[in-house]
């Protein structure tokens, strides 16, 4: 069954992290685990060899199209391995060290979609040599995230409120919606939806066209209120529909000017601001550097 509560994103750092710390003492110890990761990276597969990229491969999708990973529905760890459910009714299981026919299928959708690497017709095999397109992704990642944790530090020392007395940038705007309390996102899409056309839709990830007036009804569910403010932005940005665009814009601005007046919540957004440094820059940080370096090791 595919977590309703637990973001997707949270279950797959957290999954990554835990089968990552089953075999860090490989690395260590440079024993006969540590080789026979070596080799099966290089020769025929072990299960050494396996785990472990099965693990890097794990790890570009915790922040695949950004830390919501929103081609992903949801996380199902088993006793094993993991299944990951696609957004669309696919998923893949993965059993923890299974050079399998579900694997290697993995991995060439990774190869192709989330590294960028060119399709291979045959799928007898792992992806072949994807461990520096693993590096690369990482190494996005982790750029992301240092430019991210000085673009949040900066508001906190900054006065928030002043941010939006002018243009906003979406992904300020992004950071600073996932601040807010979930009743104050609900009064915001509630309050942009009074703007816009009770006609208007916009397509989801899935490509399916959604009623705006539906979408911006009240919800408490985390992965749609990550959906709803996707396609918030999508209208915040869209440049097929300027003046919907410059009316979320206008109105957007106007909201938040009122809301950082209160202290409250200008105090409580703070708060989430030095969260987001606690609780996501900092371990994908740490973990994305750690690979990193293992990856140096091989």
């Known amino acids: ?28 110890s440079e024993g006969p685990e540590w080789t026979a990761v070596r080799s099966g990276l290089t020769g025929t597969p072990t299960p050494e060899s396996t785990r472990v990229l099965q693990t890097m491969l794990l790890a570009t999708l915790t922040m695949f199209e950004g830390v919501g990973t929103p081609s992903i529905a949801g996380i199902t760890p088993t006793d094993n391995g993991i299944t990951v459910h696609w957004v669309g009714g696919s998923s893949d299981t993965l059993t923890w060290g299974a050079n399998d026919a579900h694997f290697i299928r993995f991995s060439h ?12 017709g045959k ?16 190494s996005y990642y982790l750029s992301a995230l240092t430019t991210t944790h000085s673009r949040v530090t900066g508001l906190i020392q900054s006065d928030i409120s002043h941010s939006f007395d002018g243009n906003v940038d979406p992904v300020f705007l992004f950071v600073v919606l996932g601040c807010l309390p979930l009743d104050q996102l609900n009064a915001l899409f509630l309050y942009i939806q009074r703007f816009l056309p009770d006609g208007l839709s916009i397509k989801n990830a899935t490509g399916k066209s959604v009623m705006v007036s539906q979408l911006f009804q009240p919800a408490t569910d985390v992965r749609f209120m990550v959906e709803k403010t996707n396609l918030y932005l999508d209208l915040f940005t869209t440049p097929h529909l300027p003046i919907i665009r410059e009316i979320t814009r206008a109105k957007t601005i106007a909201y938040f000017q009122k809301l950082m007046a209160t202290p409250a919540v200008k105090d409580g957004v703070l708060e989430n601001l030095k969260g987001i440094i606690t609780y996501q820059i900092t371990p994908r940080t740490q973990l994305y550097s750690l690979l990193n370096r293992i990856i140096d090791r091989i």
Do not use: C, F
Request: charged content about 10%.
């Open 109 to 120: 959708y990774v190869a192709h979609r989330v590294l960028g690497l060119p399709a291979q």
């Open 123 to 138: 799928k007898t095999a792992v992806y072949p040599n994807v461990i520096p397109g693993v590096k690369t992704k990482l």
């Open 1 to 28: 069954m595919v977590s309703q509560t637990i973001p997707a994103s949270v279950t797959l750092l957290q999954t990554v992290s835990e089968t990552l710390a089953g075999w860090i003492d490989w690395i260590q």
